[in-house]
């Protein structure tokens, strides 16, 4: 049985009020950590770190986030550490190591976001039947311009 807007656990209604009370400063953070959980590398990056349970090298991390390229890597790595959901150690040794670790805040984001991953990744078929099909009607539509 499907659930009505109204028996979801909150409604847009709601989460509008309450963004409303937000001053124009918190209002543009909160946009942007949404749009921080919403980019390609950081919930994986975040997943990846958080999966180990302890603290992990940037190679480490390279390795197991597949595609991602060296700088983008350290782009994603400081952003999530500016907003406190890594943490970023370095030790005075030679060479210099360097390794991060999931935050509490960064752990509590991953746990309700996680839901919303795995709604998405049991849903993986009717997404590429909805694409097969649209991508089927643009090929039959006249004038197709593609």
């Known amino acids: 049985m499907k659930k009505s807007a109204k028996e979801t656990r909150f409604s847009w209604e709601q989460i509008k009020d309450f963004c409303d009370t937000l001053t124009e400063a918190e209002e543009a953070l ?3 950590m ?3 959980i919403s980019d390609k590398w950081s919930l994986w ?3 990846v770190i958080a999966e180990l349970g302890q603290p992990m ?3 480490r991390i390279m390795d197991q986030v597949e595609g991602i390229s060296q ?9 999530l550490e500016r907003d406190g959901l890594i943490t970023r150690e370095v030790f005075a040794e ?3 190591r360097v390794e991060y670790t999931i935050t509490a805040l ?5 746990d309700n976001v ?4 795995f709604w998405v990744a049991k849903r993986v078929q009717r997404f590429q039947d909805c694409r097969a099909a649209f991508d089927h009607r643009c090929e039959l539509r006249p004038g197709k311009n593609n």
């Open 45 to 47: 990056t975040m997943s």
């Open 30 to 32: 909160a946009r942007e």
């Open 94 to 96: 030679v060479p210099p």
């Open 114 to 117: 996680a839901p919303l991953w």
């Open 57 to 59: 090298r940037f190679s």
């Open 34 to 36: 949404v749009s921080r």
């Open 71 to 79: 700088k983008s890597l350290t782009k994603t790595l400081r952003g």
């Open 106 to 110: 960064g752990a509590e984001m991953l």
